[in-house]
C-alpha cells in the first residue's frame, strides 16, 4: 500500500538530540502512537520521525529522503506551530511525491496557517478518517473533521513505535515520584469545564461531534473500565511496570465511570496495587472526600499522586478566569489530600491581570502565601499566556496587552519569559526563586546508585540484576494462554 511516516515536532519543549531527562524529553506522543497499528491494519507501511532523536534538521531531510514516503503526517501543538511547518516544508523538499497531512490542536484551531504547507488538514480526531483519506484522498476536501471514534472500538497505542520505549519507562515524569518503570496512557477524552486560560476549551474543539445542523460539538467520552485495564494488562506482561500516570485532562468527570474504574481494578488486580497519579479539580475533591466517597475509593484503587490546578489564590482572579473554585476549596482540597496521605502535584499561574486589564501583586503574593502553607510535594508555576484556541486569546488580543502577536510563542507558559505588558516579571521572577530555595532547596544527588550500576556493568551482572527486580516485582495479572 502507502509508506507512511508520522511526525513528533516536538524540540520546543524538548530538543534535538535530548537526553531522556524531563518529562517533555521522555514521554511519547500518544496520538501517533495511536495512529500506527490502525494504518497498519489496512496494509500500509508506517515509520515514525520524531526530531528529539535527531541531531538537527539536515538529519531530518535524510530521513525522510531515506523513507521515501507516499505520506507526511505532522501533529502539531500551538508552541510547535513553526516546527512542524518547518518539517513540512522540508519533507517536502526531499520527498516531493509525498503528500502532507496535518493534524492536532494547533491545525483544528487554526487550519488556515497549515494549509499552504499542507495538501490536507485533518481537523479533531482522525482515528476513522485518516485511514480513509489515505485510501481515497480525493474524496476528501483540503480542510475536514475527521470522524469520531468509539474509544472501545480502537487498538491499543503502538508504544514500541519508539525503538527506545523501554528505556522511556526507566524515568520518572510529571514529578510523579513512585517506582520505575512507569508507563502513562489516556482513559478518557476532552474537559468539559469552562477556564477562560485553558486549552480545555480548544479540546473542545478536538473532541467533537458532527450536529444535525452541520455544526460541531463537545463530545467528551471515556475508555470502558474493562478496556483499560485490557491495556495495563498486556503493558504489565511485556514491561513490567509499577507506577502509572493517567494523562486525562481531569479523572473525576463522570462519578459512575471512576467506580467502576476502581471496582476493576479490584477484581483484576486482586491484592496488588500500583500506585497512579491523576489530575482532579480543587472543587471535584471536596465534593467526593469522606467515607466512601470517590476520593478514597481511588485511594483504594492505587492513587498516589494528585495534579491540581489550583492556579490562584485569588478569588477575583479565579472568577475572572472562570475556574469554578475558590481559595477556600482549595485549601481544603490540600488539606485532605494531605490528610489521606496523597502527594500533591500543584499547578499556580502567576501574571494574570484582572478584569480591568490591570495586574496585582497582592493577587500574586497570596498564591505564594498559599504554596508555602500546603507546601505541595511540586509546585508548578507558570506565567500566564494567552493560548490560541482559549477564551482568553481574543480578550488580551483586543486589549492591546500583549507584548507580540505570535500566537506559537504564547503556547508556552514557561516561569521564566514574560507575554504580557504592565506585569514586573522581574519581581515575580525574584519572589519565585525565593519561594524555590526556601521550599526546594536542591539535594546534591548521591553517587552510590550510578556507582553500583556501573560495577554491576563491569562484572556482567547487569541483565541478571534486572531479571531478579522483575522476579520480585512481577505483573499482577496472570498470563493468558
Known amino acids: 500500500m502507502s509508506r507512511v511516516v508520522l511526525i513528533n515536532p516536538q524540540i520546543v519543549s524538548s530538543r534535538f538530540g535530548a537526553p531522556l531527562e524531563s518529562t517533555d524529553d521522555v514521554t511519547i506522543r500518544h496520538a501517533l502512537a495511536q495512529f500506527a497499528p490502525l494504518l497498519r491494519r489496512q496494509g500500509h507501511e508506517v515509520s515514525l520521525i520524531d526530531l528529539r532523536l535527531l541531531s538537527g534538521w539536515e538529519a531530518y531531510e535524510r530521513a525522510v529522503a531515506a523513507a521515501a514516503p507516499d505520506w507526511l503526517c505532522v501533529t502539531s501543538h500551538t508552541c510547535e506551530r513553526e516546527v512542524a511547518l518547518e518539517a513540512m516544508v522540508r519533507g517536502r523538499r526531499v520527498a516531493s511525491g509525498a503528500r502532507i497531512i496535518a493534524g492536532g490542536i494547533d491545525p483544528t484551531t487554526l487550519p488556515e496557517l497549515y494549509r499552504p504547507a499542507a495538501d490536507f488538514v485533518l481537523r479533531g480526531e482522525g482515528e476513522i478518517s485518516l485511514p480513509r483519506l489515505l485510501e481515497s484522498p480525493d474524496s476528501f476536501?483540503?480542510?475536514?473533521?475527521?470522524?469520531?471514534?468509539?474509544?472501545?472500538?480502537?487498538?491499543?497505542?503502538?508504544?514500541?513505535?519508539?525503538?527506545d520505549y523501554a528505556q522511556r519507562i526507566q524515568h520518572q515524569i510529571l514529578g510523579f515520584h513512585a517506582p520505575t518503570p512507569v508507563i502513562d496512557l489516556i482513559a478518557q477524552r476532552g474537559c468539559p469545564w469552562p477556564c477562560k486560560f485553558c486549552c480545555g476549551p480548544g479540546e473542545q474543539n478536538l473532541y467533537t461531534r458532527a450536529r444535525p445542523d452541520g455544526k460541531r460539538a463537545f463530545s467528551f467520552r471515556v475508555r470502558s473500565p474493562d478496556h483499560v485495564l485490557d491495556e495495563l494488562e498486556i503493558l504489565a506482561r511485556r514491561y513490567h511496570f509499577r507506577s502509572i500516570v493517567f494523562h486525562d485532562d481531569q479523572f473525576i468527570v463522570r462519578p459512575a465511570w471512576v467506580e467502576g474504574f476502581c471496582a476493576a481494578m479490584g477484581r483484576r488486580l486482586g491484592r496488588r496495587r500500583y500506585p497512579f497519579w491523576a489530575a482532579i479539580r480543587a472543587d471535584v475533591v471536596c465534593r467526593h472526600a469522606g467515607t466512601g466517597g470517590l476520593m478514597e475509593q481511588l485511594k483504594g484503587a492505587g492513587l498516589h499522586t494528585v495534579s491540581i490546578g489550583f492556579e490562584s489564590f485569588s478569588d477575583d482572579?479565579?472568577?475572572?478566569?472562570?475556574?469554578?473554585?475558590?481559595?477556600?476549596?482549595?485549601?481544603?482540597?490540600?488539606?485532605?489530600?494531605?490528610?489521606?496521605?496523597?502527594?500533591?502535584?500543584?499547578?499556580?499561574?502567576?501574571?494574570?491581570?484582572?478584569?480591568?486589564?490591570?495586574?496585582?501583586?497582592?493577587?500574586?503574593?497570596?498564591?505564594?502565601?498559599?504554596?508555602r502553607r500546603i507546601r505541595p510535594r511540586v509546585a508548578s508555576t507558570s506565567f500566564f499566556s494567552p493560548v490560541p484556541g482559549a477564551p482568553f486569546y481574543p480578550w488580551f488580543e483586543k486589549s492591546g496587552l500583549m507584548l507580540g502577536q505570535d500566537g506559537s510563542s504564547m503556547g508556552q507558559r514557561n516561569a521564566d519569559e514574560g507575554k504580557l505588558k504592565g506585569v514586573d516579571y522581574e519581581t515575580l521572577g525574584r519572589l519565585l526563586a525565593d519561594l524555590r530555595r526556601d521550599l526546594y532547596p536542591p539535594i546534591p544527588p548521591s553517587p552510590w546508585p550510578g556507582r553500583a550500576r556501573a560495577a554491576l556493568g563491569k562484572l556482567g551482572l547487569l541483565p541478571a540484576a534486572r531479571r531478579a527486580r522483575a522476579f520480585l516485582n512481577p505483573p499482577a495479572f496472570p498470563k493468558k494462554a
Not at 359 to 368: A, F, M, N, Q
Request: charged share 30%.
Open 141 to 163: 476536501p483540503a480542510v475536514s473533521y475527521g470522524e469520531t471514534p468509539d474509544l472501545d472500538a480502537l487498538p491499543f497505542a503502538d508504544r514500541e513505535l519508539w525503538p
Open 317 to 371: 482572579l479565579l472568577s475572572w478566569m472562570q475556574k469554578g473554585t475558590t481559595a477556600d476549596e482549595n485549601y481544603r482540597a490540600a488539606e485532605i489530600c494531605r490528610r489521606m496521605g496523597l502527594e500533591i502535584y500543584g499547578n499556580f499561574m502567576f501574571g494574570l491581570p484582572r478584569s480591568d486589564g490591570r495586574w496585582h501583586l497582592e493577587d500574586d503574593r497570596k498564591t505564594l502565601e498559599a504554596i
